[in-house]
């Protein structure tokens, strides 16, 4: 199968969210990095990339996200819709899931630093039965954002799969004030992968 070249390999990083925008444009950049008709459905875009090589979607593109809602680690009732008019970044994470506690500090660290920019972060817990090892790992990264739990991953089957592969994790969807789907990252991100993700979908009228 054949394979884009990634843009970090031909060019400084700083121009490298610029190369992969054009290549997502052009449909050349798809959830497995292989050519955008090998298996995409008319009208369908594979949106989840890796992180670094991740952009914002054409606002004329975007899906609607799903309606999340029930009860978070500790038993109080948040849902997606709550954030509305805000710049939602959802992350799929796991206490099981390594690339997830590379990630955490530095989500919960973003989390705080944007929250006056009206942008506001939410969890999903997969796949942890046990509510105790989650809330542990919450402890473990200062993690002041809420977590939907979701310990069957019912709430990740209402993603098209094209945005959301419920057996990778860590996943990370970033959500415009209008409750679309403005970016998806497969794989764990960092703080300098997601800040200018955010800023752009931060500038665009609501």
Do not use: K, Y
């Amino acid at each position: 199968m054949r394979r884009p070249v990634r843009a970090s390999a031909l060019v400084p990083a700083a121009t490298g969210l610029a190369v992969a925008a054009v290549l997502a444009v052009a449909g050349l950049w798809t959830d497995d990095g292989a050519d955008a008709g090998a298996g995409a459905g008319a009208g369908q875009s594979n949106a989840m990339v890796a992180a670094a090589g991740a952009t914002v979607m054409d606002p004329g593109t975007r899906q609607d996200a799903p309606a999340l809602a029930g009860a978070d680690l500790d038993g109080r009732q948040v849902a997606l819709g709550d954030f509305r008019g805000q710049v939602v970044v959802l992350n799929a994470w796991g206490s099981w899931c390594g690339p997830c506690r590379a990630e955490a500090d530095d989500l919960e660290r973003l989390s705080r630093q944007t929250r006056g920019d009206g942008v506001r972060f939410l969890g999903i817990n997969t796949r942890d039965r046990d509510r105790d090892a989650a809330r542990s790992f919450v402890r473990a990264h200062d993690m002041t954002f809420p977590s939907l739990h979701d310990p069957d991953g019912e709430l990740l089957l209402r993603f098209p799969p094209s945005l959301v592969n419920p057996q990778a994790i860590p996943s990370t969807l970033v959500i415009d004030r209008r409750g679309r789907v403005a970016a998806a990252i497969g794989g764990a991100v960092t703080d300098e992968q997601l800040r200018p993700l955010l800023a752009r979908v931060l500038e665009e009228e609501s």
